[in-house]
């Protein structure tokens, strides 16, 4: 199973429980009030009934009036809790829109190493199922929470008020739901956990195998890949199951303290009636409120799962921005690449590169080479900061590279590989897409240093031209080239090519080729080659082998050594 992306302390669900009020205190205080209003007019009335049932037994007639009371306080409750209940909505909306917009800045934020570690599915099960257990529990449970917790409360309040001798029967209630209670919660929080990473899982197994479909198709792997899916789908369904297998054991004791208090109160009130300590209108009045208190309960009951499952849920949302790079944010001071005793394995147990020691000084033209598998790619994303190393170093004027800030990094040292995506909007927003200032004129000019001059002038609404999905569709090589673009807008002073021509037809890569020169010009470039004859025109070349760096020097002095590069460069030219 993947690698996950971390959750949340409570105490971090709670302090982000704690600033959300805060910012929306105005809104909050309206829905507690109305709600507090709402249960406060329920309570009048059982103590009409009571009344009237006084009134009735002392033979007295005037019913009409407690009566029309009656209906009219049902009416105002009704239209109170439903102006309630459309104010916690909109304020669940807003804070909702608030946490999936912070949530999707951080997951921007995600270091691409801890991405692919973790699964995407890890991450899109917390922006949509997580994010939308949330949006559930705001607008439903947490109104009908308050409204519930309110009503049990001030019903209880309202007992005690009414007559303390009965409302003991209260206490027997208290033993049986806090013991209950206590076992329930002790043991569902690592019940609703293991739930929730079990349905993650079943949609990082669901994302893996549509992403890789053709992949799975073509090495005869469906029939694993839907034993997987089902044995992921079987984990998910136990967790629930054991959940559900909690709920079934705490219903029954929540339900006997539903009752039981009932029956006291009955025998309570008929030996306090027979005594004259109490009239039939109290006794009356008791048993209406202890039996509005049941519903209430009842939902208190359903409800806490599903706030309990949203809560863990949140910290699962909140727990991506645990991930995000660390962010320090200081900044290089040169711009010389040192690598120093470098080892890194994608996981624990395989080790792929071990020990690389290798210094880039500004400005060279570096060409890694090497068979495949050896580790070539690897190293490329270390120098780009995209993974930390294992153990070692690899700093760029001094800061160690993966923790330089985000929009720091940018500016430092660019991973170019072949895969480009064309993001469905206008070509602005495709250039635009790491943040910063710029004029169009910049814009226009990237363009035409990415050799883009001729297909943008071409384009019907200029840099409002929308690209992508359903729109302008867009050729490799041009999506190749405004990712060039992109490079001259964030001006690196170093940049590492994997691979970034080898996708293309050769007329296409000679085009791309031209245009990478001039965006090259002047920058640190390390090249990932496949094709060797990039190296011969590169300042020093280096051979990667198992995950070491085997030789090291300028293309002529290492074709005359007669080592591994020129074995490799032998091995080509039969190739061809
Ligand atoms: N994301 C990954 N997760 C796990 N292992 C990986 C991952 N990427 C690469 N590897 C493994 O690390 C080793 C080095 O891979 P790398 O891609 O760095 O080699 P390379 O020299 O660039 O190869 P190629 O020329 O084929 O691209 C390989 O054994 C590969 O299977």
Same mark, same amino acid.
């Given at each position: 199973m993947p690698v996950r992306l971390p959750l949340a302390t409570a105490k971090a669900a709670r302090a982000w429980l704690r600033t959300t009020l805060r910012a929306h205190r105005g809104s909050f205080a309206t829905v507690v009030g109305l709600f507090s209003l709402a249960a406060v007019t329920g309570l009048a009335g059982p103590q009409i009934l009571g009344h009237l049932v006084d009134s009735v037994a002392a033979g007295h007639a005037d019913i009409e009036l407690p009566a029309v009371l009656f209906v009219v306080l049902l009416v105002v409750q009704a239209v109170l809790k439903r102006i309630a209940r459309v104010h916690a909505g909109i304020l669940g909306e807003q804070v909702l829109a608030e946490t999936r917009e912070r949530f999707v800045g951080q997951a921007l934020q995600l270091p691409l190493s801890t991405v692919e570690a973790a699964g995407t599915g890890d991450l899109l099960s917390r922006a949509t199922t997580d994010a939308d257990r949330i949006d559930h529990a705001v607008r439903n449970a947490v109104p009908q929470i308050a409204v519930a917790g309110m009503t049990v409360l001030l019903t209880v309040v309202a007992m005690v008020v009414t007559s303390p001798l009965l409302a003991l029967g209260l206490l027997v209630t208290v033993p049986l739901l806090y013991f209950s209670s206590r076992w329930y919660w002790a043991r569902v929080p690592s019940t609703i956990e293991r739930m929730l990473d079990a349905w993650a899982d079943v949609q990082t197994g669901l994302h893996e195998t549509a992403d890789g479909a053709r992949t799975a198709e073509a090495l005869g792997l469906i029939g694993r890949r839907v034993t997987l899916g089902r044995r992921t789908l079987g984990g998910a369904v136990d967790r629930e199951r054991e959940l559900r297998r909690l709920t079934v054991k705490w219903v029954p004791w929540v339900q006997l303290s539903q009752v039981l208090p009932i029956a006291v109160l009955l025998l309570l009130g008929a030996w306090a009636y027979a005594r004259g300590l109490v009239g039939?209108?109290?006794?009356?009045?008791?048993?209406?409120?202890?039996?509005?208190?049941?519903?209430?309960? +009842?939902?208190?009951?359903?409800?806490?799962?599903? *706030?309990?499952?949203?809560?863990?849920?949140? /910290?699962?949302?909140?727990?991506?921005?645990?991930?995000?790079?660390?962010?320090?944010?200081?900044?290089?001071?040169? /711009? +010389? &690449?040192?690598?120093?005793?470098?080892?890194?394995?994608?996981?624990?147990?395989?080790?792929?590169?071990?020990? &690389?020691? %290798?210094? &880039?000084?500004? !400005?060279?033209?570096?060409? &890694?080479?090497?068979?495949?598998?050896?580790?070539?790619?690897? %190293?490329?994303?270390?120098?780009? !900061? *995209?993974?930390?190393?294992?153990?070692?170093? =690899?700093?760029?004027?001094?800061?160690?590279?993966?923790? %330089?800030?985000?929009?720091?990094?940018?500016?430092?040292?660019?991973?170019?590989? @072949?895969?480009?995506? =064309?993001?469905?909007?206008?070509?602005? +927003?495709?250039?635009?897409?790491?943040?910063?200032?710029? @004029?169009?004129?910049?814009?226009?000019?990237?363009?035409?240093?990415?050799?883009?001059?001729?297909?943008?002038?071409?384009?019907?609404?200029?840099? #409002?031209?929308?690209?992508?999905?359903?729109? %302008?569709?867009?050729?490799?090589? *041009?999506? @190749?080239?405004?990712?060039?673009?992109?490079?001259?807008?964030? #001006?690196?002073?170093?940049?590492?090519? #994997?691979?970034?021509?080898?996708?293309?037809?050769?007329?296409?890569?000679?085009?791309?080729?031209?245009?990478l020169n001039g965006v090259l010009e002047g920058r640190t470039v390390i090249a990932i080659a496949h094709r060797l004859h990039t190296a011969a025109a590169a300042d020093r070349v280096a051979v990667v082998e198992d995950g070491r760096i085997t030789e090291l020097g300028p293309h002529a002095r290492l074709l005359s050594a007669g080592g591994a590069y020129a074995r490799l460069v032998q091995a080509a030219a039969v190739g061809v």
């Open positions: 039939l209108g109290t006794v009356t009045t008791m048993v209406v409120y202890l039996q509005a208190l049941a519903g209430p309960l +009842e939902e208190l009951l359903w409800w806490t799962e599903d *706030v309990q499952v949203s809560g863990t849920a949140l /910290r699962r949302v909140l727990g991506v921005r645990g991930a995000e790079r660390a962010g320090r944010a200081g900044r290089s001071r040169g /711009r +010389e &690449i040192v690598v120093r005793g470098v080892r890194y394995g994608y996981s624990a147990q395989r080790e792929v590169l071990h020990g &690389i020691d %290798l210094r &880039i000084p500004p !400005g060279e033209r570096l060409v &890694i080479v090497g068979p495949s598998g050896a580790g070539k790619s690897t %190293l490329g994303r270390l120098l780009a !900061g *995209v993974a930390a190393p294992g153990s070692g170093s =690899v700093t760029i004027g001094g800061a160690e590279v993966s923790s %330089l800030a985000e929009d720091v990094l940018r500016g430092e040292v660019l991973l170019l590989t @072949q895969e480009h995506h =064309v993001f469905a909007g206008s070509l602005r +927003e495709n250039l635009t897409l790491p943040a910063g200032e710029w @004029q169009d004129a910049d814009l226009v000019r990237a363009l035409s240093v990415a050799g883009l001059t001729g297909w943008f002038s071409a384009l019907p609404d200029g840099l #409002d031209t929308r690209l992508g999905a359903g729109s %302008l569709a867009v050729p490799a090589a *041009v999506a @190749q080239q405004l990712a060039l673009a992109r490079v001259v807008l964030a #001006d690196p002073h170093t940049v590492v090519l #994997d691979e970034a021509t080898s996708l293309l037809d050769t007329s296409s890569a000679r085009q791309l080729e031209r245009s």
